[in-house]
């Protein structure tokens, strides 16, 4: 395993890299999935204002998530 994928268990069994991942799942028959839809600006601005942030520098932190282009954005 280790060769073909780069991770091993540490003698306290601990997944080296510490980025690996590793979990069970369980699914049950009533299960309900959900999706979050991607941020808006309008939602930017307003999460910058909470937390005394600039619009800027939110959107470089939430870039993935934004439902916008931030670099061509004009505010709208």
Known sequence: ???????KLTESFAMWP???VSG???SHLDRRYFAVSQVRRDQVE???VRKG???SEVERWLAP?????AANCSGG
């Open 18 to 20: 510490g980025a690996s």
């Open 46 to 48: 307003d999460y910058a």
């Open 24 to 26: 069970w799942y369980f």
């Open 53 to 55: 942030m600039t619009v």
């Open 65 to 69: 998530n934004l439902g916008y282009d």
């Open 1 to 7: 395993m280790e060769a073909d994928t780069g991770m």
